[in-house]
C-alpha cells in the first residue's frame, strides 16, 4: 500500500512501483468455459508435438542446478530432493534475509557474490532447513494425528495422487 500512490481525484492507481513478490493458488472448483460464444477468447492451436519452448529457459536452470548439486553430493540424494532443498529451501530462506535483499538491491552481482554475508546467510539457511526439517519428522514419526493431517493434505490440496498418475502417464510414453 505505501508504494501505491492516488491522486486527487482517484481517478486511477499507479502500480509501476509495486512488485510481485508472493503468490498463491488454489482450486476453486469447476468453472464453466465460454466455447462457442462470441465471447470465448480464441486460442491457438497445438502445431506439433513437443513445440512448446516457454519453460525450456526454466528447465536449463534447474538442470544446472541438479548437475552442480550432484557435484556436490555425489550422488547420495537424488534430483528431486536436491532441487528442492537448493531450489525451494534454502534459496527461501535466503530469500527472506534483508540484510540480503539490501545488498543485492544496492550491488552489482559479482559485489553480492562477494559479500561476507552471504556466506553467514548461507550457512544460516542450511542450519534453519536442517532444523526446521528435524522438527518436522520428528513431529510427524511421533504422532499418527500428524502423519494422518501429512496423508490428507498430500491426498487434497498437494494432488499426490494426480502427480504420481501425470508421471506415470509421461514415463510410459
Do not use: W
Not at 28 to 46: F, H, I, M
Amino acid at each position: 500500500m505505501p508504494l501505491l500512490e492516488f491522486g486527487r481525484e482517484r481517478a486511477g492507481v499507479d502500480l509501476s512501483q509495486v512488485r510481485l513478490t508472493h503468490h498463491n493458488l488454489k482450486n476453486e472448483g469447476r468453472r464453466d468455459l465460454l466455447y462457442g460464444t462470441e465471447e470465448a477468447p480464441k486460442l491457438a492451436g497445438v502445431t506439433e508435438v513437443g513445440s512448446g519452448s516457454i519453460q525450456e529457459k526454466e528447465k536449463a536452470l534447474l538442470a544446472e542446478i541438479i548437475a552442480r548439486v550432484n557435484d556436490l553430493f555425489e550422488g547420495e540424494l537424488t534430483d528431486d530432493d536436491q532441487l528442492i532443498c537448493v531450489n525451494d529451501i534454502i534459496k527461501g530462506k535466503l530469500l527472506e534475509s534483508k540484510e540480503l535483499l539490501l545488498q543485492a538491491r544496492n550491488n552489482t552481482k559479482a559485489q553480492f557474490a562477494n559479500s561476507p554475508t552471504l556466506t553467514t546467510e548461507i550457512m544460516n539457511a542450511v542450519m534453519d532447513a536442517l532444523a526446521a526439517h528435524e522438527t518436522m519428522s520428528k513431529r510427524a514419526l511421533g504422532s499418527e494425528s500428524v502423519r494422518e493431517g501429512l496423508r490428507n493434505v498430500l491426498l487434497g490440496p498437494a494432488q499426490l495422487y494426480e502427480a504420481l498418475r501425470e508421471r506415470g502417464r509421461v514415463e510410459a510414453r
